[in-house]
């Protein structure tokens, strides 16, 4: 710890931050563009400047570049220190074409943050702007406007240090000077998305998001990426006030949450874009018995009469289960409280082949497309766990040694490909939990709508081991219930007399004895953020 | 006041630039006896420091001093860069140091990577200059051929490899650290410092910067003793300089003088005076980024601190002389359309700052300018000077300020007209 005096007040800091880090810490923001925590330092913007004392020697000087020393004196606001940030501002301004109206950063914009915050209200400018290029895709997935940069060099650093790959780049000199793709190239790296996170301004712009919301109706909550097994911290962004029962996109935008063990400041693009399923048509949003929709009572009354049916009559083996680990841990625990200790399943498998081939990369992507699998196996139903695999479950099936069938998070494509029958065919019955639509969905005997993680919260537990809670942003579709929920309930049917009140409850019970699951602190995680992007450095 | 042949004491002999020639008149002497008698690198440093010669680019630093900052124990390999970019306007000495005597240059070069223990030299050398580059590459072959450079130098096991670089014509190229991204092959930004180039230079190694005059001057320490070097000059500022002096005199040209020589005896003794009889009007005396003075205040000794302390800055050593039919708003365009040119775009203030300056100088001499564009210029100045990455932000506020200060009657004249 170092002690120093910002703004009059002492406080204590962490060794090895800068000024900036320093007086963010102990709550007195410094405006900044181009310093980010993640990146190396450019000290280019010159927005943070503060008056630094040391030995008695005053001097204006970067916040980003001053490592805190024992004994500093910083002040952010003296007058001499106020003009020279206010003139930094003005400068910016001076080119920008203050199209805040219909910008998407609008809200979030540092720029417009700190002209409000320092009331630059007369402007000065008594000359021609430069024009520049509006509206010019860098890529893929991001647009961007040449005349809102504020050449922060962000975006540049991220692509050259963080990804590795020189995709763009600020060429020219003067204040002709612009940020643009490096020529012949695209922005198209699998992590794309971050250098709209990073830009300051309204310049790079989501594709994805642009003119879909002002960021003021939007709200947000912690999430994790379902999308594989590295558990990215994120946030999901929803309409405030958008009808949940009406189909269309509830889920504006993902964006990645800080987490120094995990992701740091970063998501793929894989994670980021790819949440159109959570609104997808193709939701499953009904309990389906034979083909046709009913409700969940008669449902589940009716799953229940199949499976004593059938154990009684071959016995508890004749019954098997494969559940995909994309569920969360509650759901993976009331599965095996259900399947294994109610009805002694001895066939449960969670070893089902992803369709879906992934190819880890250097930064975070993993080659598990599972978001849960370590969870699964931590709470016993991992591929070591004995028993058969899913495909020798398949076989079985195919051999006619087993007759009813749970399939949950899976279509099988990956075991049967498009032959369902080779399977329906020798069934007696088929239960499937699912969120969407799929080629088991139509001829399941009982179809079972399961909600998406974006609709309960739950844990999953990542590849390195770490439990890491996700919340609720928005209500399951139509009827569709948490798996957990579902498995609680068909209990219930089947005679059990189960008390969970929550998902809380059921993971209190699962991290029983788990050292790396008690020390989830559930509370400390949850809660609706205010504001929309709370980790914007 | 008569010049100071030093450096330039062989820029008249056509056949100096040819390695024989430049031997038979005392090239390589010194860098003989450095490598034949042995001295310590330490002693050498030591008589550059006592020699109180002063970096010639423009900031001044003690050519000494800055070598003495190289850590010693470096397991990295470390580099000499020899700013030979020459982009101040109004400077022009350097070119002539390159073209007319390349051998006391690369004689002063491997004396300093003697000194610091450095076996990589790079010339970084202004786009333009392909005659220059021509000369300089020829006397670099011809002292290699000779055995005065390259592998195991006169046998004495010190290897010295001298490469030259050519920029690509960005005046902000010549500022220390932009030079060493130019050279490494990235945009020719400045970089934060600290970390120093002596420290973190190219390719992140221990580097000595310095000018062609700078190193040109080194051998005649060696040959006359650092003591003798700086009695040549003033108390503070050893030796001499060569002043490139351009504009209304009737001698224009570069002279080589003593430190602490008067500015108005450089303007009419050396060069004779204000051409045709005109009236002195303004006098720009270290390069375009230095103040301008007023025909009153020219009566200071050409050195670093009295310089300073006259509110401008020796600089480079360009003087650029102008008399009583410039219009100082035209000029002050001019140079603001440099600056907005050259500015490499890092810094938001001199990014936006230069160019803002510059269209309002426009505005004023289209007769547009309002008086009020006076006091806005000047404050926009004081948010550029000092507050940016490198000094060009404040090569261009600082003789803003000083044009607006000392003519704002003439800005004011053409807002009423
Ligand atoms: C914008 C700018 C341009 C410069 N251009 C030159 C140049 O062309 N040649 C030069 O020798 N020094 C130039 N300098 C000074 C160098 O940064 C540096 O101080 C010098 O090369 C150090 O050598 P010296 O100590 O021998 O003078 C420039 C500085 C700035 C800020
Ligand atoms: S586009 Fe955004 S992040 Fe990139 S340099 Fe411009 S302002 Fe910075
Ligand atoms: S002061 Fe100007 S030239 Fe120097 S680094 Fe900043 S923007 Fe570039
Ligand atoms: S210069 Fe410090 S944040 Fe940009």
Redesign the interface.
Known sequence: MLELTINDRVVQVPDGLNVLQAAKHVGVEIPHFCYHPGLSVAGSCRMCQVEIEQGGRKRIDLSCSNAAVDGMIVRTNTPAVVKAVKGVLEFLLMNHPIDCPICDDAGECKLQNYYMLHGLYDSRLNVEKWHKPKVHPVGPTVVLDCERCVLCSRCVRFCDEIWGERQLGIFGHGSNEKLINYPGRELDNPYSGNVVDLCPVGALLDKDFRFQRRVWYLKSVKSICPLCSRGCNIYLHYDVDHDYQRPGRRIQRIKPRVNPDVNRWWICDRGRYGYSFIDAATRTKTPRLLGKDADWNYALQKAAELITTTQKQHGPGSISALIAPTASNEDAFMALRLFRERLNIPQISSDIPSSEKLTADQLLLTDDPYSNRRGFQDLGLGPADGGMNAEEIINAVKAGQIKGLIVVGTDLESLVGKQVESITGKLDWLIVGASQENQLWNRATVGLPLAVYAEYPGTFTNVKGMVQKFEKAVEPLGQALPQWQVWHKLAGHLGADWRFDDARAVFKALSAGKPDYESLNWHATFGVDKGCYPDNW | MPEYKLVSKNFDYPDQPELQAAVSRGAYEQWKRVLSEQIPPDKITEEVKTAKLRGQGGAGFPAGVKWGFVPKASRKPKYLCVNADEGEPGTFKDRKLLERDPHQMLEGIAIACYAVDIHTAFIYMRGEFYEPQRIVQQAIDDAVAAGLLGKNILDSGFDLNVIIHMGAG?Y?CGEETALLNSLEGW?G?PR?KPPFPAVVGAFRSPTVINNVETLSGVPHILRMGGEAFQKIGTEKDGGTKLFAVSGHVEKPGVYELTMGSSLKELIYDVCGGIKGGKKLKAVIPGGSSAPVLKPEEIDVPLEFESMAAAGTMLGSGAVIVMDETVSIPQIFMIMARFY??????????C??????IY??SQ?ILAGQG?PS?ID?MLD?A???NG???CPLGAAMAMPTIAFLNKFRGEFEGMMKN
């Open positions: 960005a902000i945009k930004w934060l907005a040119h050259e500015s490499c775009g890092q810094c938001t203030q990014r936006e700052g230069c160019t803002w269209k309002i505005k309002k564009d806005l926009l004081d948010n550029m507050k940016t990455v």
